[in-house]
């Protein structure tokens, strides 16, 4: 299966009639662009090609290029699944192609052994919410990164996902979107107030956290919630939404997942 052919192949069911071909689509194996990156996207294109028959399950990888998005590439990387990305853009979330895999209309989105081109049926699992599609990933092999078998430690990991995915993401995200306003909107004081307000509180929790039980969220060990958590809290700091040297525990952690080559790789598929 080639890159150029990738999306056909999931998507030949989920088409409506009329809709754009899909090599007309941004569509690609991961990892990146760039002319130097292509022995690695070609490499990735032949991994997905020959998943099924390893016993790896097929995995179509639908993101953009924000922290929920890059979320699911840096997961995917440190796991070392083989994968196929594709670039879905803000244009397309509401298109019933996009929308029969994530019904929400949202990215991340996963599409797991889809049917060949031009055969009938649908993919095994489709899923949408990063919560459930990170939980998922970090079950596959020998579920390390979600506690491994561990009951306990699988909960202490849960708290943090759902942690991030209940408060960070939604709190940065609006500080976000109000930061962006035009100065002098009536609503931006008020809103980067507010939302900056509750995003330096989280962090205090965070700091804690990793001050008195790190490295990392969850103790000792590297675990989905600091996937999940690092493209948003990276990029607070990195904006100036939260001053990092107020949290030296959570600066120590950025730089240490950061500095991760799974991660580099999930932030190259962007590049």
């Known amino acids: 299966m080639g890159c150029v052919t990738a999306r056909r192949v999931l998507l030949a069911w989920a088409l409506p009639s009329g809709a754009p071909s899909l090599s007309a689509r941004a569509s690609r194996c991961a990892v990146a662009r760039a002319p130097a990156s292509r022995p690695a996207t070609l ?29 699911l590439t840096i997961a995917l990387e440190e796991l070392g699944l083989p994968y196929t990305f594709h670039k879905v853009t803000f244009d ?18 996963l599409a797991i052994n889809a049917p060949a081109e031009g055969a009938a049926g649908r993919p095994e699992l489709t899923l949408m919410e990063s919560g459930a599609i990170m939980t998922y990933l970090g079950k596959l092999g020998d579920g390390k990164l979600m506690g491994g078998g561990d009951l306990a ?32 909107h009536p609503a931006k004081e008020y809103g ?27 103790g000792a060990e590297l675990s989905m919630a600091d996937l999940a958590g690092w493209p948003w809290i990276s990029a607070g700091v990195k904006m100036g939404m939260v001053d990092g040297s107020a949290f030296p525990a959570i600066t120590k952690w950025v730089d240490l997942i950061g500095e991760r080559e799974g991660v580099k790789k999930g932030l190259a598929v962007f590049a």
């Open 92 to 109: 397309h979330v509401k298109d019933d192609w996009f929308t029969a895999i994530s019904p929400n209309g949202k990215i991340p989105a």
């Open 192 to 218: 980067m107030k507010r939302y900056k307000e509750e995003a330096a509180r989280l962090m205090s929790v965070l700091d804690k956290q990793l001050a008195t039980a790190g490295p990392y969220m969850a």
């Open 43 to 71: 490499r990735r294109c032949r991994q997905a090609a020959t998943m099924a028959a390893s016993g790896v399950p097929k995995i179509d990888a639908y993101a953009l290029g924000t922290p929920n998005g890059k979320k």
């Open 153 to 184: 430690a699988e909960a202490k990991i849960q708290q943090w996902l759902y942690w991030v995915n209940a408060g960070v993401g939604p709190m940065f995200g609006q500080a976000g979107h109000f930061r962006g306003l035009d100065d002098g």
